[in-house]
């Protein structure tokens, strides 16, 4: 259980253009949905948090304006790049908090990543 | 603020041998301690977790006990395989955090020849 189903996993875009990368929960509700970024060698960087229904968390240094958080439901969070450039090509990955109280667990699943090459 | 730092990396081993990658932590809380893999072109899988102090976390072969004294989480696996050939993260939630977002380490890539 606890799937996160993340679309596209690569994507090719031209400068200029805006991709958007959707990240489903499948099987529970995500109410809170992480954003990282992951360049080439090197760790995930958080770029923004998610909850449902109201406005992400961005971490500083992150442009909100270009990457768009979407989270209308408890099932489907979307970040969108706009206007992408080269520099904006990198390893997008998703990830849910998942929280079973009956199992006191806790964990976080990811989606599968999506790598976003601009041209 | 919290921290995780893990060595650096490529880690080159031969078939079969010891495995060890050293993980500490810094956090202001209580936090739950993690270790994922990355393998070539894919996204993360949890390979085990610790949720208090002296638990250890296991899974296919991998074992990392968190130690509580010496703030430390050090992955270990007795005998790699070529298929162990991935990146390796460790990672921390702080429960007092109220985002309960997961802080990494660098990564360190491993290796593993035939």
């Known amino acids: 259980g606890a799937v996160v189903s993340q679309h596209p996993s690569r994507v090719i875009c031209k400068s200029g253009t805006s991709v958007k990368i959707e990240c489903r929960s499948l099987?529970?509700?995500?109410?809170?949905m992480f954003w990282y970024r992951q360049f080439p060698k090197q760790s995930l960087m958080l770029m923004a948090t998610?909850?449902?229904?109201?406005?992400?968390?961005?971490e500083q240094g992150v442009e909100k304006d270009k990457f768009l958080i979407n989270h209308a439901s408890l099932t489907l969070s979307t970040l969108t790049v706009t206007s992408a450039h080269p520099e904006d090509s990198s390893f997008y990955i998703c990830s849910a908090r998942v929280t079973r109280r009956t199992e006191r667990m806790e964990g976080y699943t990811f989606g599968s990543g999506t790598r976003l090459t601009v041209v | 603020g919290n921290s995780v730092t893990q060595m650096e990396g490529p880690v080159t081993l031969s078939e079969e041998a010891f495995l060890t990658i050293n993980c500490t932590y810094t956090a202001t809380g209580y936090p739950s301690l993690f270790w994922y893999v990355q393998y070539p072109g894919e996204g993360l899988q949890l390979l085990l977790k610790a949720t208090k102090a002296d638990d250890k976390g296991s899974n296919k072969g991998f074992e990392a006990t968190y130690r509580k004294e010496t703030t430390s989480f050090h992955l270990e696996k007795g005998s790699v395989q070529v298929s162990d050939s991935a990146v390796y993260f460790c990672a921390l939630s702080d429960r007092n955090n109220a985002g309960n977002m997961l802080t990494f380490g660098g990564g360190t890539r491993l290796m593993v020849k035939p």
């Open positions: 099987d529970f509700q995500a109410t809170t």
């Open positions: 998610s909850n449902e229904g109201s406005k992400a968390t961005y």
